[in-house]
Nanobody, 121 residues
């Protein structure tokens, strides 16, 4: 059983900052990529930022230069630092991990339950 637990969402004013954290736990053999995705009302889920186990990163065009993703491989955690937030960043943010468990060494996607980020004055 694998769980991804997110924390750090909330309400922030435009121009402000928030820090999202996600911890993966359970019978994890290894984690490949970890990342953050978001879904705003009426829109499709989109990639925000992804980081590989070696530290390579990829960002969505709308967040480049404002968001930073990092991870701690020893703790199976991933963090998204969000700066200069805009109202259009308002969405439910989901943590994702591409990983192998001890019971099934195939690579599978796991998702957190989501955390709401609202940017509004």
């Amino acid at each position: 059983q694998v769980q991804l637990v997110e924390s750090g969402g909330g309400l922030v004013q435009p121009g402000g900052s928030l820090r999202l954290s996600c911890a993966a736990s359970g019978s994890i053999f290894s984690i490949n990529a970890m990342g953050w995705y978001r879904q705003a009302p009426g829109k499709q889920r989109e990639m925000v930022a992804v980081i590989t186990s070696s530290g390579s990163t990829n960002y969505g065009d709308s967040v480049k230069g404002r968001f930073t993703i990092s991870r701690d491989n020893a703790k199976n955690t991933v963090v998204l630092q969000m700066n200069s937030l805009k109202p259009e960043d308002t969405a439910v943010y989901y943590c994702n991990a591409d990983l192998r468990t001890y019971s099934d060494l195939g690579l599978h996607d796991y998702w957190g339950q989501g955390t709401q980020v609202t940017v509004s004055s």
